[in-house]
């Protein structure tokens, strides 16, 4: 096979498992796997913090768990409306840090993985 490289071209590699092993992403390809998703599935630590990490305040009253099946699950309902792209956005309400619902908007790009594997990576709508 041809490529543009040659391997003593690329100076560094950052692949998805490395990323995952360094919390840059959280693997949550699990609880997709539940709501029906069949690629494996991680999320950026931004939108992680910003919608499943639990706000100082609301312990006991909601849950890493059930903020992350918000998150799959919408997901899960904007794939389904979709069609064919490798991009959505989509939105959910998040309590936030003011203890107020906020619409949040997510973006999941599918993409190859390190293996050129799909896969989704769910992030605010401002990362790569």
Request: overall charge negative; some cysteine.
């Amino acid at each position: 096979m041809n490529t543009f490289f040659k391997a003593e071209d690329v100076i560094s590699v950052y692949t998805r498992e490395q990323a995952i092993k360094d919390g840059v992403l959280v693997d949550i390809t699990n609880t997709a796997k539940e709501a029906g998703i069949r690629f494996p599935v991680a999320i950026t630590i931004n939108a992680w913090n910003k919608c499943v990490a639990v706000p100082i305040g609301l312990e006991g009253r909601q849950d890493e768990d059930g903020r992350l099946w918000d998150v799959i699950w919408m997901l899960k309902v904007a794939i389904n409306n979709a069609g064919k792209t490798d991009r959505i956005y989509y939105k959910l309400l998040v309590v936030g840090k003011d203890k107020r619902q906020h619409m949040t908007t997510l973006k999941a790009v599918v993409g190859p993985g390190d293996n050129y594997e799909p896969v989704i990576t769910i992030m605010l709508p401002d990362e790569d």
